[in-house]
């Protein structure tokens, strides 16, 4: 004998296991209705399927009864009083399921709502995380124009000091003078002089009164715009500390193998470690002639190998660092990272080098863009030095050659007093603000307004374009492998590289 299973409620069940479950009430109801109905036929059994034939009876008392082929009125009713009965089930099982479809959909409306709810929800505390960046920056003006006033009024009080000490001894030899007139006759004149200094020492007296007054006034003022200002960064603190709670990492080091030889035969770079007959892109040990071993990503998938030194495709990395970071270099060769200053120094110092630039917009079209390359070392805040060679890429207004490497928390590009590496994000050769940064933050759709363009990873053509990014990859192989037509290029340009 078949076990029947318990049934449960509807709503203690996810949308998975509630359709899972709805299919077993089925199969058991289809189960009793089909039982019933063998049931039935097997009591109703049609003569005409039923009945044998016997051997004749003489009977010569009766006369003989004629059998019926048809089954009776009474089995005939019943049979049709449990077809009804199996349709009725069948109509209120199809009423049941619809209700319950109905109430799964309606579940997956309300989850789609609230996911929806909670998506602009994070999008409002974002802008008023952007508003509160703003206020603060405004906030930090005000105070370094606030501290100057006060520096201004320190001044004054203390050379009005210096005049209250000079009257007070003024007004002593006035006295002393006053005691020795007393002892003879006192003229007009000098009863006149007198009176005038006194006049004069009561004005200044006033003077000193309005001033202390309007030290304290300021003394306030500067009170509570400090009181504003650390109010603001404790509340900008707290907001991003959710999104930058976690450390980003380094790029790993290089492993000292245990015999010198081994470093001795590292490449130069990756296009060396190509000419070896290396054909697989990927994490390499490489060592320049003037610098430590260290770990590099090997792009092998052109006619050339290329050390990448900057890459973003997913917006998984934090690119707005301090200038340490940019200096030692930071985050996943298997993911987004930036080489580092330093290494990317040591591989161009060993001769001419071309930067490869490959950008991929919102509607996966790919430009590229080719440049000569020099990069200064870190007396000279690693200044870069650029000569466009060829590219579908257009060159960028203000192109950033002769300009220094700028952070968040070392700007060495200040236009008119405007911070540009603190006003957006990132860091790069900064130009002109917001020209071109492949290092600024990472949307995760096209950016909509032009602030945030600028803001994020852009490529600017002209002076009213915002060329928004989606991905990036720039990488340096040595000028010498790229062939003749790009080094008759740079030898006729040759003088703008020092």
Not at 66 to 69: G, L, P, V
């Given at each position: 004998?078949?076990?029947i299973?318990?049934w449960?409620p509807?709503?203690s ?5 509630e ?6 009430r089925?199969k058991h ?16 059994c049609?003569?005409?399927?039923c009945d044998q034939?016997?051997?004749?009876v003489?009977?010569l008392?009766?006369?003989?009864e004629?059998?019926?082929?048809f ?10 009083n ?5 349709g009725?089930s ?8 619809k209700?319950q479809?109905n109430d799964i959909?309606k579940r997956?409306n ?5 996911f929806y709810q909670?998506?602009a929800?994070?999008n409002?505390?974002?802008e008023?995380e952007?508003?509160?960046k703003k ?8 105070n ?12 004054k009080?203390?050379s009005?000091?210096q005049e209250?000490?000079g009257?007070q ?9 006053l005691g ?5 006759l006192?003229?007009?004149a000098q009863?006149?002089?007198?009176n005038?200094?006194r006049n004069?020492i009561?004005?200044q ?5 309005e001033l ?11 009170s ?6 650390k109010?603001l960064?404790e509340?900008?603190?707290?907001n991003?500390?959710?999104f930058?709670?976690s450390?980003v990492?380094t790029l790993p080091p290089?492993?000292t193998p245990?015999s010198?030889?081994s470093?001795m ?7 060396e470690?190509?000419?070896?007959g290396?054909r697989?892109s990927g994490?390499?040990a490489?060592?320049?002639?003037s610098?430590?071993?260290f770990?590099a ?5 052109g ?13 998984t990395m ?9 200096e ?5 060769f298997?993911g ?6 330093q290494?990317?120094h ?10 490869h630039?490959q950008?991929?917009?919102w509607?996966q ?12 070392g870190p007396?000279?805040?690693y200044t870069?030095h650029l000569?466009h ?5 257009p060159d ?5 050659t002769?300009m ?8 060495y590009?200040?236009q008119q007093?405007?911070k540009?590496a603190h ?6 050769w ?9 290092n600024?933050?990472?949307?995760h759709?096209?950016?909509k307004?032009?602030?945030e363009?600028?803001r994020?990873i852009q ?5 009213k374009a915002?060329?928004?990014?989606k ?5 340096i192989?040595p000028?010498m492998?790229?062939g003749?037509t790009?080094?008759?290029a740079a ?8």
């Open positions: 004998m078949q076990t299973k318990p449960i509807c709503a069940l996810s949308s998975h296991e359709m899972c479950h709805l299919g077993h089925t109801n289809m189960r009793i209705t089909l039982t019933a109905f063998m049931f039935v036929l097997a009591v109703v049609v003569p005409v399927f034939e016997e051997p004749p003489l009977d008392g009766t006369p003989p004629t059998r019926s082929r089954a009776l009125l009474d089995d005939v009713r019943l049979l049709a449990g077809l009804l009965q199996l009725q069948m109509r209120d099982f199809v009423q049941r399921t209700g479809i959909f997956l309300i989850f789609d709502r609230s909670l998506s929800l994070a409002e505390i974002k008023e952007e508003e509160l206020t603060t920056v405004a906030l930090k003006a005000n370094e124009e606030i501290k100057g006033l006060s520096e201004e009024i320190s001044s009080m203390d009005i000091l209250k000490s009257l001894s003024k007004v002593e030899g006035l006295e002393e003078k020795q007139l007393s002892l003879g006192m003229t007009t009863a006149a002089e007198i005038s200094l004069v009561h004005s007296e006033q003077s000193i009164r202390l007054k309007a030290m304290k006034e300021q003394s306030e003022q500067l509570l715009q400090q009181m504003k200002i109010a960064d509340q900008l603190t707290a991003m500390l959710p930058f709670s450390e990492p290089y492993q245990a010198p030889s470093t035969n590292l490449p130069s770079d990756c296009s470690l190509f000419d070896r290396e697989a994490v390499y490489v060592k320049p002639s610098s430590k071993p770990m990503f090997c792009d092998m998938s006619d050339r190998g290329e050390t990448v030194i900057q890459r973003r495709m997913n917006g934090n690119f707005n660092q301090p200038w340490e970071r940019y030692n270099g930071f985050g996943d298997q987004e990272f930036w080489l580092g200053l290494k990317i040591s591989l161009t110092s060993q001769g001419n080098f071309m930067l630039i950008l991929e917009d509607n079209n790919k430009f590229f863009t080719l440049y000569r390359f020099y990069l200064d007396e000279s805040n870069i000569m060679l060829s590219g579908n890429l960028p207004i203000n192109n950033p002769g220094m490497f700028s952070t968040k928390d070392t700007d590009y200040n007093d405007f540009c006003r957006l994000s990132g860091g790069w900064l130009s002109a603000c917001g020209d071109t940064n492949p600024g933050v990472y949307f759709m096209r950016p307004g032009r602030s363009c600028r994020g490529w600017r053509s002209s002076a915002c060329f928004s990014v991905s990036t990859q720039i990488s192989s000028l492998s790229v003749s790009f080094l008759t030898s006729s340009d040759s003088h703008v590289f020092s």
